[in-house]
Nanobody, 119 residues
């Protein structure tokens, strides 16, 4: 079973920054560099929405309009890790953040990490 573990969440003041990490465990049959990686977030009472995505090689990225210019997704295939650098955080960024590995119809989720933006 593939395991994705997020870390780096916490409480930050508006305007602050956080860097989330998502590390994938190495299992036979799971090649991290073959998967596109995505970050989603889910606020209380709301649906889970995609925030950012990156192709398997890291050559292309996409962002939700709400985070463009503030968030940056990146990956290190040698470390089986994807990152989400979040700058200029706003209270509306408060949510549980999840990473997901996706290849075709096959997808694996992490357990999530809480990000709270509050003064």
């Amino acid at each position: 079973q593939v395991q994705l573990v997020e870390s780096g969440g916490g409480l930050v003041q508006p305007g602050g920054s956080l860097r989330l990490s998502c590390a994938a465990s190495k299992f036979t049959g799971f090649t991290f560099s073959s998967y596109s990686m995505r970050w989603y977030r889910q606020a209380p009472g709301k649906e889970r929405d995609m925030v950012a995505s990156i192709t398997n090689t890291g050559g292309s990225t996409n962002y939700a309009d709400s985070v463009k210019g503030r968030f940056t997704i990146s990956r290190d295939n040698a470390k089986n890790t994807v990152y989400l650098q979040m700058n200029s955080l706003k209270p509306e960024d408060t949510a549980v953040y999840y990473c997901k590995a996706q290849m075709g119809s096959r997808g694996y989720w992490g357990q999530g990490t809480q990000v709270t933006v509050s003064s």
